[in-house]
């Protein structure tokens, strides 16, 4: 498989551990995730020109809800989802969508979540700044089965990501998937009830988690796992 960096450059990737990807439709069928409106729906309509947008969400759980149940070709996506963030979306993109692709659609430009973004399994990665014409073009090279980083992306960091086994980031840490997504919650401002109810457990099993996680990493109130979750990426300012 080929990586590519905006400026046309393409590096062979290394690793082996990849299914085949299948060939993509003549026309993608993509899943939009953006938490702000007037971009999710400007996203929304300038790529109904070129593709077919088979749904537009605003939130980390509606786009895994809205994979599973449409299987779309390729998904865009921000990182600082509400509710589940995109580098926690796009680690269970995988099993649900086994099919689909991901190309991150953000803000930050900063090499640590461009190569968490990678690590998490996406294939594309494009900040806002870019213009219109480059997201078509890493669309195009994404559904082609390579890897596109945009222009603006440091260009070292098409070595790294060519590795085998990139190195953890600081955004990695070994949190389970679930205490994840109960500090998410927390860091939003969610009650233990409010939590429970989008995650689908009880309330008790929410305060086991926020206890455990005020423990292992140290913490002492909510506005220091808020603190905690704004570092890692897992929350918008």
Sequence with gaps: MTFTTGDGVGVDERT?????????????????????????????????????????????????ASATRLQPDLVLLGIALPGLNGLDAVRQLGRLCPLGRAIFVTEHAEPTYVREAFRAGAAGYLVKSAVFAELLVAVREVVAGRRYLCKASMPELAEILAEPRPAPGKLSDGLTIRQREVLQLVAEGRTAQQAAEVLHISRKTVEYHKASLMRSLGAHSCADLTRYAFAHGMIGT
Aim: without cysteine; negative net charge.
């Design 16 to 64: 082996t551990d990849h299914e085949p990807i299948a060939a993509p439709a003549a026309v993608p069928r993509v899943l939009l995730a953006e938490r702000h409106t007037l971009v999710r729906e400007g996203l929304r309509g300038l790529l109904s020109e070129h593709m077919q947008v088979v749904d537009a969400v605003a939130d980390g759980h509606a786009l895994l």
